[in-house]
Every structure is written in C-alpha cells, then in structure tokens.
C-alpha cells in the first residue's frame, strides 16, 4: 500500500496535478505583481508635487473637507488688563534682551515656512536630513501638513483679530521684510505655532526613539514667535493646540496614513546618517543662549 506522501506525489506528476500546480503558480505570480504595482502605485500617490492653492502653499491632506472650525474650541485671547495679559506683556518684555544674539537669529530663520528651507528646521532634533531627492515621502507629508496645520487657525484668527505685540510694544521685529503683513494677519492663534507644534507630533510619532529631541523643538520654535516679536505667549499656546487638533483630525485621513508608513521607511533607512552637523551645532548654540 503506497503511502500517502507517494500517492500526492503521483498525483503531483499526474496531468491534472500539473494543470493544478500550474495555474496556482500562475495566480501566485499575479497577485505578488498586483501587490507589488499597488505599493509602487501608493508610493507614486504619496511622493507626487501637489497642486499650488497659492501664497506658496500646496493642497494639504484636507483639502476639499469640511474645515475644522478652531474659533468653536479656541478660548478668547487675554483681555486687556487681565492678569493672562500682564503675563504675556512680561514674557515679550523679557526676549527683547535676546535681540542680536545668536537666538534672535534662529526665530529669524525659524520664520521662513517656504520650502526647501522649512523642510530643515528639525533635522537636528531628528538627526538626519530631509529633502525631496532623499526622503520624498517625508518632504511631501511636511510640505502638505503644513498647510492643513497653519490654514486651521484662521477661524479663530478671522473671529479675535488680536493686535501683535510689535504693535503694541513698537519695538522691531526679526523679520522686518514681513512687518506690513503681519500688521493685517491676527496675533491670535499663532499659525507658526500650530505649524511647528503639528510637525513636532508628527515626526514623534515616526521615530519614538527621538521624540523627546523633536518635542523640545517644537516648543523652541514656538518660542522663537515670541523672540521674533510677533506673537504673544498666548497666541503660541492657543497655535499648539490648534496643531494638536489638526494633528488628531489628520489620523482619519487615507493618504496622510498610506504617506506617513512610506515616511516611515525613509527615517529607517537614514536616521542618525546625514544631519548637517554644523547647522546643528550652530542651532544648539542659539538654543542654549535663549534659555
């Protein structure tokens, strides 16, 4: 009596077992290609330029969505003399010592939100770099995130119209070229802030292992509002809070999910290698003489 590993091995021999075994290879092979050209596909979808809205933003993941209302779930900005205002006035009072230094000019370069330069400003807390050539995912989910992160605080920014600080103080500002804008946009929240603030959880959640370094940068850059003269206290802190919002909001979005596993990979693959170590010194210099 044949055993039963000789009886499936005829069988595998048998004209029928190798039409079988064939079209089972055959299906085999074609779902690997489907699987492959999807993931080539997502990895296309996650990486491609999006479309200008214009002022040098790009379509942010929710574009098109209904937009999350920040003047619904933001507190009122300080009124006038309240003690949350005397606490802002001493904060601002108390940078204008870090006018010139090494710290003024980081907030100076903090404020640049255009891109290449604003895909830079956590390369040290993350300890690699971050460009379209080399990390495309990465580029393009901070490219398009911040977006959602800084447009979400127009609401609450358009409903308080909060005066800046440099108007109230006339003292200067690090980026002067920017003063006559800044004079019609609201103090109140600071859009810088939620921008900062929304990266800082986002690359958190990418590389755990560096989450401490990336937080505490994302409140310095929060801070560097505040040096540059152009924000209060309050207005960052309502800005993170926006961010943060922004941030939970985006955790329901397909294409934000499918660019953050693909952004994943790419930390993997270079964390730790290639960080400008100059710039880095340079900045933990500034950091250090701010604090």
């Given at each position: 009596m044949k055993k039963s590993t000789d009886v499936l091995y005829d069988w595998g021999k048998s004209d029928l077992g190798m039409r079988?075994?064939?079209?089972?290879?055959?299906?085999?092979?074609a779902v690997w290609a489907v699987a492959v050209g999807t993931a080539n596909a997502a990895e296309a979808?996650?990486?491609?330029?999006?479309?200008?809205?214009?002022?040098?933003?790009?379509?942010?993941?929710?574009?098109g969505q209904q937009p999350l209302n920040?003047?619904?779930?933001?507190?009122?900005?300080?009124?006038?003399?309240?003690p949350r205002q005397a606490a802002d006035d001493?904060?601002?009072?108390?940078?204008m010592t870090l006018r010139g230094s090494l710290r003024w000019d980081l907030a100076a370069k903090d404020a640049v939100l255009t891109f290449p330069e604003a895909a830079g400003i956590f390369q040290c807390a993350l300890g690699?770099?971050?460009s379209e050539s080399k990390t495309p995912a990465l580029y393009r989910l901070l490219q398009r995130s911040l977006t959602d992160f800084g447009l979400a605080t127009y609401p609450a920014k358009k409903a308080y119209q909060r005066a800046r600080p440099f108007l109230s103080n006339?003292?200067?500002i690090c980026t002067p070229d920017d003063l006559e804008a800044l004079k019609k946009d609201g103090s109140y929240p600071s859009g810088h802030s939620a921008v900062g603030w929304g990266w800082a959880l986002t690359l958190s959640q990418l590389a755990p292992e560096r989450a401490e370094k990336i937080l505490a940068r994302g409140r310095a850059y929060a801070q560097s509002r505040i040096i540059c003269n152009v924000h209060w206290m309050s207005d960052t802190e309502a800005g993170m809070a926006v961010g943060a919002?922004?941030?939970?909001?985006?955790?329901?979005?397909?294409?934000?999910?499918?660019?953050?596993?693909?952004?994943?990979?790419e930390i993997v693959q270079n964390l730790g290698g290639d960080a400008d170590r100059k710039a880095c010194d340079a900045e933990t210099a500034a950091l250090n003489s701010g604090s």
């Open positions: 079988i075994m064939k079209t089972y290879w055959i299906s085999l092979v979808e996650v990486t491609a330029p999006a479309p200008g809205i214009g002022h040098g933003l790009v379509q942010g993941y929710l574009y920040s003047a619904d779930f933001v507190p009122a900005p300080p009124e006038a003399d309240s001493a904060i601002s009072q108390s940078t690699m770099n971050i006339n003292e200067a919002a922004a941030f939970a909001r985006l955790q329901n979005d397909t294409l934000f999910q499918a660019t953050m596993a693909v952004a994943r990979q």
